[in-house]
């Protein structure tokens, strides 16, 4: 199938990179042409408009930074929808979204006679870099089986999860427990630096016993050596994920205290101009309290 991808930013560029060099024949596209240009120099082929992506694609993947532009290039009144006239395609969303959207897209390209998987992502760039992410897939069956050797190029945990929307209430399962951990690792790390214990000597205690958590090891080396800036995974990200978090909390009646809290404290770090920090940073507005 000749494959196309929109969206080259820091998860994007590494999962397109993994589908070109295990083979598929792809084309790109973005907003910034120089990034295309470099897809280029690697054997791609780049796309200066949408519309050029879509004619000359089968199977379309999407990883782009919001609800609002998921919803403008995929179902919008230029998006890819658009563009497609008799020819059913596979449309895969890898953005974190709502559910909301993702099942308005389903209905739009279903209805326009195409297919629609929402499949977001976990693993970071690096996991993107290097081919390891974890793939959570919303829709059918049949287009999840024909989507899965592209998957598996791009990952190493793949899973259908259930009809439209169920991949992306996962991820935002996921991201929940990301945004309290971390913020957690951070509390936990403030009371060591003020109790006067050693991070490193903390952290192989906390290695093998139950207070471990991915987010601690990941958040422990950046606290210690202070590194919050120029980050690839910057709290912006988190805060704006943990806003759709507590949206789906009161849309499905479920109570999210420890989400709340988290959110409270991002606010407080993006009040101060420091949404660009690592998410780690947390830690500057705890130690501030």
Known sequence: MKVG???LGNMGQGMAQNLLSKGADLNVYTRNPEKIKIMEKKGAKGCYSLDQLVENSEIIFTCLPDINTSLEIIIGESGIMSFISDESKIIVDHSTVDIATSKKCYEVVKNGGSNFLDAPISGGPTGA???TLSIMVGGESDSFDKSMPYFEMMGTTIKRMGDSGTGTAMKLINQLLTA?????SAEALSL???AEVDIDSA???LMVSFGFSRMLERS???IRDRKFQGSSV???????DISIIEKMGKDLSVKLPLTEVSKKLYDLLKDEGKEMDDMAGIIQIIEEL
């Open 203 to 205: 952290m192989e205690i």
């Open 5 to 7: 991808f929109i969206g």
């Open 129 to 131: 870099k290097d081919g």
């Open 192 to 194: 060591a630096n003020a």
């Open 220 to 222: 422990a080396p950046i």
């Open 180 to 184: 309290v951990h971390t913020t957690a």
């Open 234 to 240: 910057p709290a912006r990200n988190i805060h704006k």
